[in-house]
């Protein structure tokens, strides 16, 4: 069949070359008019509803291409089984036998363009076009924020520095205008006893002249007579000369220059201009999605808790003796809590050790992430009652937040840590400045664990061996109890659906919770090898649930639903 559908397929077939009018989606086949005509009265498919080659040839590739024929036996779909929700042909539902709910594909698709489901997508479609169009306001609205506000902190950077310079500059104009004054002075002395020395020098030639003139021209008398008064200049000049020694016109000056103590340390206690850091807050634009809508496909249904499967990806020993805490980064890592260490340990995507920090007096209980480098270990002694905000990278505490109750589970949500607390509920807490706010007061025991999805708040309860959930306010929607198959919960995991996972140690088996709390199945037991599973988390990236136990075990599983 050629690609473009252009030609008649069954003149093809003759060898005839046909343009082709029309398209049977049923049959799969392009006719002319005339092939069209007798496919109408044909028995087989006078019912089949054909289109316009032109209507066929405008769909999207991804739709055209869709087969209604069998990949495994090359027949049309006739059935659809509703327990699978697989579609079947006559030899499929060989395969099928004993399966309720087997109906034709006829009455599946029947009206599917004037269904709930097709109005409920084309609604879900437009709203996510609102969605993504108010999203990319928002974005382009705060990247113009963000060059504002750098362009704002250039001008304080030029600002500071301009004031700086303006007190540099008046202080160097002080200080220069200071060792003008002392080096004038100076230079005025010593200027006016050159000059006096000159005078000497010239005097002193002179009498040296005179005492020649005397010897070869002047008479005795006037010899005597001009002896006289040459000696006595010369008396007084010498006698000057010896003076100046004793005064400071011939003192050697050396000018000392000091500066400030201040300007001194000015390089080494000023290392930085300022320091830069973007403060995040949680992103506030709710989406819009259509009131009761189904996520399914045309045809499909939600399945069952019945239908979810795990599959084991890989088991780990990690040499850790009591888990009490686990949870996946954003980048992949995995971070384990050790309460008898009091080690929190990093490990890499594949589960080699990256690095160890101890923090024995703090005893981390439950462990989640604020980003990559930032986690947050609860505390449940009584020396060390509260949170501990911990920068994975230099193994350090970087913050401590004290409660008045012992911490267990905990989870970080739209930019708060909820923690639960025995004796005293659930509450949340502001890792920036600290500040906590009661959610549920209540007599919460020892060794409860919490997990948030879709602003609802999941919780164990190993006294009363429940399972609660409640809206983000404390108000309560479910508690799940049944000690047949829930005993001593601890660990807690929501998927993607808002299916519930919970660990029961005490029955050495996982067990999942439908979202409305009505249902329930046992996943896995001693057999799948639990040991007292304790810590759980979901990856919402990888679509896996980690369980692990309470001594060295991790097992990973990809969910299957």
Avoid at 73 to 88: I, S, T
Avoid at 248 to 255: F, K, R, V, Y
Avoid at 443 to 461: G, Q, R
Avoid at 505 to 519: A, E, K, N, Y
Wanted: charged letters at 20%; aromatic letters at 6%; one cysteine or more.
């Amino acid at each position: 069949m050629a690609a473009t559908h252009n030609l008649c397929d069954i003149c093809d077939q003759r060898h005839v070359t046909k343009s082709s009018a029309f398209w049977c989606p049923e049959c799969e086949q392009a006719f002319c008019d005339d092939c069209n005509t007798y496919h109408g009265f044909s028995k087989l498919s006078k019912h089949h509803v054909t289109v316009s080659i032109k209507d066929h040839l405008a769909l999207s590739s991804s739709i055209s291409q869709i087969s209604n024929m069998c990949m495994e036996h090359n027949e049309q779909y006739q059935m659809v089984c509703q327990a699978h929700d697989e579609l079947l042909c006559l030899k499929c539902i060989e395969n099928h036998d004993g399966c309720k709910g087997i109906i034709p594909t006829s009455k599946i698709i029947e009206n599917v363009k004037k269904s709930s489901l097709f109005q409920e997508t084309q609604h879900s479609l437009k709203d996510i076009n609102g969605n993504i169009k108010a999203l990319r306001s928002e974005l382009n609205k705060q990247l113009g924020s963000i060059k504002q506000q750098e362009e704002t902190i250039f001008a304080q950077i030029s600002d500071t520095r301009n004031k700086i310079n303006d007190h540099l500059d008046t202080l160097e104009k002080k200080i220069r205008n200071e060792v003008a004054e002392v080096t004038a002075k100076l230079n005025y002395d010593k200027n006016q006893t050159l000059q006096i020395l000159e005078s000497k020098n010239d005097s002193t030639k002179n009498a040296e002249q005179q005492i020649k003139d005397l010897e070869m021209y002047a008479t005795d008398i006037q010899t005597y007579l001009g002896l006289r008064h040459i000696s006595a200049g010369a008396a007084a000049t010498e006698s000057y000369l010896k003076s100046i020694f004793g005064d400071d016109c011939m003192t050697e000056i050396t000018l000392i220059f000091k500066t400030d103590n201040k300007m001194d340390n000015i390089i080494d206690e000023v290392p930085a201009f300022g320091s830069i850091k973007a403060q995040k807050s949680p992103f506030q634009l709710p989406l819009v999605t259509y009131k009761n809508k189904q996520a399914q496909l045309v045809g499909s249904r939600l399945k069952s808790i019945t239908e979810i499967k795990l599959r084991l990806r890989k088991t780990i020993k990690t040499k850790l003796l009591n888990i009490k805490g686990i949870v996946v980064l954003p980048s992949g890592n995995i971070i384990l809590t050790d309460y008898s260490s009091g080690n929190v340990v990093v490990f890499s995507t594949d589960w080699k050790i990256l690095n160890t920090g101890s923090f024995e007096s703090a005893f981390p209980v439950d462990v989640t992430y604020i980003d990559n480098k930032t986690v947050v270990t609860t505390s449940s002694t009584e020396t060390c009652k509260g949170v501990n905000i911990i920068d994975i990278n230099t193994e350090n505490v970087i913050k401590f937040i004290p409660t008045i109750a012992l911490c267990y589970g905990i989870t970080y949500h739209n930019g708060s840590l909820v923690v639960c607390a025995s004796t005293m509920g659930i509450f949340k807490v502001d890792p920036q400045n600290g500040a906590s706010t009661d959610i549920i007061t209540t007599d919460l025991p020892s060794w409860s664990y919490i997990e948030m999805f879709d602003d609802k708040i999941y919780y164990t309860n190993q006294q009363t061996e429940t399972v609660n959930c409640c809206d983000k306010n404390g108000k309560a929607i479910w508690t799940f109890k049944d000690k047949n198959i829930l005993r001593n919960p601890h660990g807690i995991a929501v998927d993607n659906s808002g299916y519930v996972y919970i660990a029961c140690s005490t029955l050495h088996r996982v067990v999942v919770v439908s979202p409305d709390g009505q249902q329930n199945r046992q996943l896995l037991s001693s057999d799948n090898g639990l040991e007292s599973p304790f810590a759980m988390h979901y990856d919402r990236n990888s679509n896996c649930l980690l369980i692990a136990n309470e001594k060295q075990t991790v097992c990973t599983y990809e969910i299957i639903n």
